[in-house]
């Protein structure tokens, strides 16, 4: 039985006076496609972690954590992002994790997410797959029970890492992969093209896995085409860069391809310059199937609905286009036919009535 430190919503997510756009953002139902539970490891449980595990961090308070979270690109925040995940050790502390984040999601009207990991993040370290992997599924049952909010695994390739790594990862998890629903690939993209990763993906796809890559958050469209024609996405994460080409943006469009877009990520991580510059309304007008979602909301500012919010009120979104957005979230999962149905009817009551 694990010892959970952390039950509730978290510390940062105080009263404040709900706007009807708030109201409709936070009760809209919808899915969390794009995070990584390692980057919803907020500072206060890193302490109590740390201090658990007598795990050594390289700051003095949870002020002084939060003061080092300004970055100038992706590799400045995995540094650190990285360093944080040292304090995770054992099965609890990926069940406390996991139930921290699904409670905070669940304030946020999500009813199903799907949650990436990175093993070799953890094995690297001397960390058993097992105990990342049960604690993340413990903490899965927890948040079924508690708030009926459904979820999904996503193992996920560090891609700075070779593909004899991915092959051996993908093997430590085999007594795992039924109730593993994809591969993901995510960490530094520069110069770690999909394609390094093809015939490991190929292997995760004849084994019944579903198939999610990061591509175009700083790489070029060229990654894209790649995740696409060699990886054989079923999802992209972010594709921000896809707009650079224009015949891109028809093979995305006229394939329906979901895209898990961050915006709060995006300003943190300088792929926009700020959210009044985020380009989520031209996706939608373009036809592109986008989604809004957190990525790692200890570390960018902000759980699901801000990031609603910020797309609100950064690009005025209206409440047909937010709906458009959660809608995609559902039709974008991996959720089985009916479920999605159900979660579309609900949605549409929803609408209808605010
Ligand atoms: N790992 C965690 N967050 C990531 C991101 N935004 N891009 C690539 N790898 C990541
Ligand atoms: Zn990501």
Same mark, same amino acid.
Request: charged share 20%; hydrophobic share 45%; proline share 5%.
């Given at each position: 039985?694990?010892?959970?430190?952390?039950?509730?919503?978290?510390?940062?997510?105080?009263?404040?006076?709900?706007?009807?756009?708030?109201?409709?953002?936070?009760?809209?139902?919808?899915?969390?496609?794009?995070?990584?539970?390692?980057?919803?490891?907020?500072?206060?449980?890193?302490?109590?972690?740390?201090?658990? +595990?007598?795990?050594?961090?390289?700051?003095?308070?949870?002020?002084?954590?939060?003061?080092?979270?300004?970055?100038? +690109?992706?590799?400045?925040?995995?540094?650190?992002?990285?360093?944080?995940?040292?304090?995770?050790?054992?099965?609890?502390?990926?069940?406390?994790?996991?139930?921290?984040?699904?409670?905070? $999601?669940?304030?946020?009207?999500?009813?199903?997410?799907?949650?990436?990991?990175?093993?070799?993040?953890?094995?690297?370290?001397?960390?058993?797959?097992?105990?990342?992997?049960?604690?993340?599924?413990?903490?899965?049952?927890?948040?079924?029970?508690?708030?009926?909010?459904?979820?999904?695994?996503?193992?996920?390739?560090?891609?700075?890492? %070779?593909?004899?790594?991915?092959?051996?990862?993908?093997?430590?998890?085999?007594?795992?992969?039924?109730?593993?629903?994809?591969?993901?690939?995510?960490? %530094?993209?520069?110069?770690?093209?999909?394609?390094?990763?093809?015939?490991?993906?190929?292997?995760?796809?004849?084994?019944?896995?579903?198939?999610?890559? !990061? $591509?175009?958050?700083?790489?070029?469209?060229?990654?894209?085409?790649?995740?696409? *024609?060699?990886?054989?996405?079923?999802?992209?994460? !972010?594709?921000?860069?896809?707009?650079?080409?224009?015949?891109?943006?028809?093979?995305?469009?006229?394939?329906?391809?979901?895209?898990?877009?961050?915006?709060?990520?995006?300003?943190?991580?300088?792929?926009?310059?700020?959210?009044?510059? !985020?380009?989520?309304?031209?996706?939608?007008?373009?036809?592109?199937?986008?989604?809004? +979602? %957190?990525?790692?909301?200890?570390?960018?500012?902000?759980?699901?609905?801000? +990031?609603?919010? $910020?797309?609100?009120?950064?690009?005025?979104?209206?409440?047909?286009?937010?709906?458009?957005?959660?809608?995609?979230?559902?039709?974008? %999962?991996?959720?089985?036919?009916?479920?999605?149905?159900?979660?579309?009817?609900?949605? *549409?009551?929803?609408?209808? $009535?605010?």
């Amino acid at each position: 039985m694990a010892f959970i430190l952390f039950d509730g919503a978290s510390p940062r997510a105080y009263p404040r006076a709900m706007t009807d756009l708030d109201t409709f953002i936070v009760g809209l139902p919808k899915a969390e496609l794009h995070l990584h539970i390692e980057g919803s490891l907020e500072p206060e449980l890193m302490f109590a972690l740390a201090r658990r +595990n007598g795990v050594a961090i390289p700051y003095g308070s949870v002020d002084e954590v939060r003061r080092a979270y300004a970055f100038g +690109n992706l590799q400045d925040f995995l540094d650190i992002y990285y360093a944080g995940a040292a304090v995770l050790r054992t099965a609890a502390d990926f069940q406390d994790l996991a139930t921290a984040y699904f409670d905070r $999601a669940a304030a946020d009207g999500v009813v199903h997410a799907e949650i990436m990991f990175d093993p070799q993040t953890h094995t690297a370290r001397g960390v058993p797959i097992g105990e990342v992997v049960d604690g993340l599924l413990a903490g899965m049952t927890v948040a079924e029970a508690r708030h009926g909010l459904t979820s999904g695994l996503i193992l996920s390739f560090l891609r700075h890492l %070779s593909e004899g790594e991915a092959f051996a990862t993908l093997a430590e998890a085999e007594p795992w992969l039924d109730r593993i629903v994809a591969v993901g690939l995510d960490s %530094s993209e520069l110069g770690h093209p999909p394609e390094k990763f093809a015939r490991v993906f190929a292997a995760a796809a004849a084994k019944g896995l579903r198939c999610v890559a !990061h $591509a175009g958050e700083e790489g070029p469209p060229a990654y894209v085409w790649e995740a696409l *024609d060699l990886l054989h996405v079923d999802r992209l994460d !972010h594709g921000n860069r896809a707009l650079e080409d224009d015949a891109l943006v028809d093979r995305l469009r006229d394939s329906a391809m979901t895209l898990t877009v961050c915006p709060l990520s995006n300003v943190k991580l300088c792929v926009v310059p700020e959210i009044a510059a !985020h380009p989520i309304d031209r996706m939608l007008e373009l036809g592109l199937k986008v989604t809004i +979602n %957190s990525d790692d909301p200890a570390y960018f500012g902000g759980y699901v609905a801000d +990031n609603y919010r $910020a797309v609100a009120g950064g690009r005025g979104l209206d409440k047909a286009q937010l709906a458009t957005l959660a809608r995609n979230s559902f039709t974008g %999962s991996f959720l089985l036919a009916e479920a999605v149905a159900a979660h579309l009817a609900r949605l *549409d009551s929803f609408v209808a $009535a605010n």
